[in-house]
C-alpha cells in the first residue's frame, strides 16, 4: 500500500492558498465599497467635522425670528444679517446693502413705542419643523423650506412660512409669510404659502 504526503507544494496547500486570495480579494471589493458609500453623503448629511444643512438653516430661521419678534425693540443688525440682500428692506434703494438695511430698522425701531401692559409678556417661544427643499418661484429662487411656530403663553400660537437659501456660504432668509387662516388646518403648509406669496 502507498502513502501520499501532501506537503507544502502539494495539492492542499495550493487549495488552501487559492481559498485564502478569494478571501482577500472579496475582502478588498467590500472595503472599496464600504468606503465609496461613507464618502459619497447627502448634503443634507451632517459633515465629518460640523453641523448639517438642516442644522444651519433651522439655526438661521430660529435666530431671525428670535431677532425680529423675542426681543423688544427688534435686534435690526442680526435681522440684517441674517437676509438676503433682495429680501432686505432696502433693496429698491441701494440694492439691499448691509448698512442701509441696519440704519433703516434702527430708524423704524425707534419709531416703535412698546406698550407699558406688554412689559410682562411671557417670553416666545419657536419651534422650527417642516424642514424640505422648495422650488424656485417667479421672483425667489429655489432653496430650503421651514415652518416656524411661535407661541407666548397666554396668547394664541402662530406660524410662518420661511424660504432659506444660500447666499455667500451662509443661509439666509430670503422669503418669510404669515401661514394665516387660509392655512390654519394644514400640517404642512410651507410650499404652499412660499408659491401663494410672492
Excluded at 90 to 112: K, M, P, V, W, Y
Excluded at 163 to 189: L, S, Y
Aim: some cysteine; hydrophobic content about 35%; glycine content about 8%.
Amino acid at each position: 500500500m502507498t502513502t501520499v504526503l501532501l506537503t507544502s507544494e502539494g495539492p492542499l496547500m495550493k487549495l488552501r492558498t487559492s481559498h485564502l486570495a478569494v478571501a482577500v480579494l472579496t475582502c478588498s471589493a467590500l472595503c472599496a465599497l464600504t468606503a465609496c458609500s461613507s464618502s459619497s453623503s447627502s448634503p443634507d448629511t451632517a459633515a465629518s467635522s460640523g453641523p448639517s444643512t438642516k442644522q444651519l438653516v433651522t439655526k438661521s430661521a430660529k435666530d431671525f425670528l428670535h431677532a425680529w419678534m423675542a426681543v423688544e425693540p427688534s435686534d435690526g443688525e442680526t435681522m440684517c444679517k441674517l437676509q438676503t440682500k433682495a429680501a432686505r428692506p432696502n433693496f429698491d434703494e441701494d440694492g439691499g446693502t448691509l448698512h442701509g438695511c441696519i440704519t433703516q430698522r434702527q430708524r423704524d425701531s425707534a419709531g416703535d413705542t412698546t406698550d407699558k401692559g406688554n412689559a410682562t409678556r411671557a417670553p416666545l417661544s419657536i419651534s422650527i419643523s417642516n424642514y424640505q427643499d422648495v422650488l424656485a418661484s417667479r421672483t425667489h429662487p429655489a432653496g430650503k423650506g421651514v415652518l416656524a411656530t411661535m407661541h407666548r403663553e397666554g396668547e394664541d400660537q402662530f406660524r410662518y412660512a420661511l424660504r432659506v437659501v444660500k447666499d455667500g456660504g451662509q443661509w439666509h432668509i430670503e422669503q418669510k409669510n404669515d401661514v394665516g387662516p387660509r392655512f390654519r388646518h394644514t400640517a404642512d403648509p410651507v410650499a404652499a404659502v412660499l408659491a401663494d406669496k410672492e
